[in-house]
């Protein structure tokens, strides 16, 4: 399997997030879930989960989150300086969400449309002393069983168009087109410059029109 990064920055970015969330939490006072939507929202989800050396591992987990908060347009706390990080339910939350995102290759905006903060720290009880590739399992198991709709079509329904002005648009046929969005072809075997012409109309990146195993 093609993991997000090297494996060596794994562990720091286990490590960061987990602190990361856990000082948002406890010390911001921040919703779980806002702060890790001011995560990907400010862009730092995104050059975490492709391992940029300055925010896997060359911050701290506070450091992380003051950045997130300055990036955001948010105050920062009074206490910038937090080391009493007590592997709470919060810190695991961001521990395996990196270690799923560094295992699986999606990102984490995409992690975030498929299940809430509620639903992964309700696997605290029976998974926070469980491998890692346990949660994966688990995880990935509960995603298959949303029958989610694809990637695709909640692209082309967000940018307000019908199948035919996509399939017109895009120059793809529009049978292909359904076919990719009830998944009865796999769009991650979709020729380059069909996935380039439809990620041009929806004004997107390519790999937020691919599908995970």
């Keep these: 399997m093609m993991h ?9 970015g286990m490590q960061n997030l987990g602190e990361a969330m856990d000082y948002a939490v406890h010390i911001c006072k921040l919703d ?11 862009g730092i989800a995104w050059q975490f989960g492709t391992a940029n050396p300055k925010y896997i591992s060359g911050m701290s987990g506070t450091e992380l989150v ?10 920062t706390p009074g206490e910038k300086f ?16 990196a270690y799923f995102q560094w295992y699986t290759g999606r990102t984490f905006e995409s992690i975030r449309e498929c299940l809430s903060m509620k639903e992964i720290l309700n696997l605290y009880p029976t ?5 890692e ?17 694809t990637r695709l079509q909640t692209r082309r329904k967000q940018a307000g168009l019908t199948q035919s002005s996509l399939s017109e648009k895009a120059q793809v046929n529009l049978r292909t087109l359904q076919q990719y969005e009830m998944r009865g072809k ?11 012409r439809l990620a041009q109309v929806l004004y997107c990146r390519i790999e937020d029109l691919l599908e995970y195993e």
């Excluded at 998974?127 to 491998?131: F, G, R, S």
């Excluded at 346990?134 to 989610?148: A, G, N, S, Y």
């Design 4 to 12: 997000a990064y090297d494996e060596n920055y794994l562990r720091d």
């Design 127 to 131: 998974l926070h002393e469980a491998p």
């Design 32 to 42: 779980p879930d806002d702060f890790f939507g001011m995560f990907i929202s400010c």
């Design 133 to 149: 590739e346990k949660f994966v399992e688990v995880v990935t198991r509960m995603i298959r069983e949303k029958h989610l709709p």
């Design 82 to 97: 937090w080391t009493a990080y007590d592997r709470s339910p919060e810190y695991w939350y961001g521990w395996i969400l």
């Design 66 to 75: 003051l950045e997130v908060l300055q990036k955001s347009g948010i105050p």
């Design 186 to 196: 796999d769009i991650n075997k979709a020729a380059g410059e069909t996935l380039r």
